[in-house]
């Protein structure tokens, strides 16, 4: 419900733009809400490691089984999160109406989605409490959000900063 309803909210406001900067408001809307659903499902990674150490404690697997085995099982609510948000705001917006370009975007979504997801559960993997999970989250998305080149252009950003904009997945 929460991406048809995100999906639909997006795609209402770019309703049919024409304009170049309203593709990138789009793109830059619908990777902030990406990100901050990887930053609100960090706690719960953080609740898991606990199991985690215990299984890996007692040479039930190890960490790298646990890790492939984590990405792998979130990829189909991904698949459906990014089926039900990018469906309605490719069509409402007017991105190129070819099943490729769909299709690429699709991909690249759920790349990014994945990709976030990755770099929250490190967060989580290296955090002590979930205080300093949602203030590292808090962080990373503030670097994302400014460093992007949406917000703030990338010919503003001063020279021995420029590193982090193209470090940004954003």
């Known amino acids: 419900i929460k991406n048809v309803a995100m999906g639909l909210s997006v795609g209402f406001v770019f309703l049919n733009t024409e304009y170049n900067s309203s593709f990138f ?3 830059f809307q619908g990777n902030l809400f990406i990100m901050l659903g990887a930053m609100t499902s960090t706690p719960d990674k953080l609740d898991d490691r606990t ?3 215990r299984h890996h ?3 039930f697997y190890p960490a790298l089984s646990y890790i492939i085995g984590q990405s792998l099982a979130l990829v189909p609510q991904m698949l459906l999160d990014v089926l039900l948000f ?7 917006v007017g991105f190129v109406h070819t099943a490729a370009g769909f299709l690429i975007y699709l991909a690249l979504f759920f790349s990014f989605n994945f990709a976030m997801g990755q770099l929250f559960g490190v967060l989580a993997a290296a955090a ?5 999970v949602m203030a590292g989250g808090a962080f990373i998305l503030l670097l994302n959000t400014l460093f992007c080149g949406y917000i703030v252009a ?10 982090i904009y193209w470090t940004i997945p954003l």
Do not use: A, E, R
């Open 86 to 92: 990018g469906v309605f705001v490719y069509w409402m």
């Open 154 to 163: 990338p010919t503003v950003i001063p020279p021995y900063w420029i590193w």
């Open 128 to 132: 002590p409490n979930k205080s300093v």
């Open 57 to 59: 404690d007692s040479n």
């Open 51 to 53: 199991i985690f150490y």
């Open 25 to 27: 408001g789009v793109l």
